[in-house]
């Protein structure tokens, strides 16, 4: 073979290894584009992701009645200077729920008429999971409508009525109708007028919906959850209640 047939093979090689590697580096720069191109579409979506979810957001704030003469957003009876805040976290399905009331509510009543305590409800709807017509939520939505409409007084009295054990709905089974909650509310003192159309409105739905979520914040993992001065009740019984209560007014006189 002459030199230049040989000369002529390297150069046709070496074109041949020069157009391969041109080829190479063509694919990785398209690679690398196609790449730049999905990050920044990733970060539009996101983007838009975000703006989509804070639109919702604002869009349930503007939606959120809020009912009137709340305490830190809460329902609250009670002197303002009572010595001693029960804060009950509860939810008018929840079957716990009901022992605790009609196990302390009587003395809960007296403490709150003779100035000792304060009881801030957060009445949430966390178990319509287990209700086949979101009791929950309605009984919550209720509860708010008789606030927003009446007074502490009547308030209270329907929010005892609901825990009764004839009338506390059992878990899994359907809970009262809007017309018999409308009905408990107009026993315990509402005017039909008034009453009426925030409940089959479902008025408060959404500030519900938000008094709940709030209590997931509050790191609150179930019904019901009370605290006295802050510290957590761990049993139901009325004897232990009172010893925390009688432990923390104590203690608020002291400081």
Request: charged fraction near 25%.
């Amino acid at each position: 073979m002459t030199n230049a047939r040989v000369a002529k093979q390297t150069r046709a090689k070496a074109a041949a290894l020069r157009a391969e590697q041109a080829r190479l580096d063509a694919r990785r720069r398209g690679m690398q584009i196609t790449a730049a191109i999905a990050a920044v579409l990733v970060a539009v979506l996101s983007v838009g992701v975000l703006v989509l979810y804070l639109q919702d957001e604002q869009k349930r704030e503007e939606a959120a009645v809020t009912p009137t003469r709340l305490t830190d957003g809460q329902i609250q009876i009670g002197k303002a200077s009572a010595p001693v805040t029960i804060r009950i976290y509860e939810d008018f399905y929840c079957p716990l729920c009901g022992e605790f009331e009609r196990t302390n509510s009587e003395q809960i009543n007296g403490w709150i008429k003779d100035g000792t305590a304060k009881v801030q409800y957060h009445t949430l709807a966390i178990m319509d999971h287990a209700s086949p017509d979101e009791y929950s939520t309605r009984s919550a939505g209720a509860g708010a409508a008789v606030w927003d409409t009446t007074n502490s007084t009547v308030w209270r009295k329907f929010h005892d009525k609901l825990f009764e054990k004839e009338i506390q709905p059992k878990e899994g089974y359907a809970g009262l109708t809007d017309q018999q909650l409308i009905d408990y509310a107009i026993e315990a003192g509402a005017k039909a007028d008034q009453i009426k159309p925030t409940i089959t409105d479902r008025k408060f739905g959404t500030w519900v919906e938000k008094v709940t979520d709030q209590s997931s914040k509050d790191k609150v993992t179930g019904t019901p959850t009370v605290l006295v001065n802050g510290k957590k009740l761990t049993s139901w019984s009325a004897a232990d209640l009172k010893k925390m209560v009688d432990q923390a007014k104590s203690e608020k006189s002291k400081g």
